[in-house]
């Protein structure tokens, strides 16, 4: 195990899961986006992030990686 950390692979392997499940917190907001904010502002419920929590924990609870299985980056 210290031979995998030394090499960066646990590091780099977070990285992308908190990537993956970043990304599936934009698409989600992004759906809800009224287009109303202008510019670079994304204006979306203010429980979009509970209501987003719960989905992803009820998708979790069936497969554990299913953000991992999306072809975005």
Excluded: C, Q
Aim: proline fraction near 3%; hydrophobic fraction near 40%.
């Amino acid at each position: 195990m210290a031979s995998v950390k030394n090499m960066g692979l646990i590091e780099d392997t977070t990285t992308h899961v908190a990537k993956k499940i970043a990304l599936d917190l934009f698409n989600y907001m992004s759906s809800f986006d009224t287009g109303s904010g202008g510019g670079n502002m994304m204006t979306v419920p203010k429980n979009v992030f509970d209501r987003w929590l719960s989905r992803f924990e009820a998708k979790a609870k069936i497969d554990p990686n299913f953000f991992m299985k999306n072809n975005n980056s």
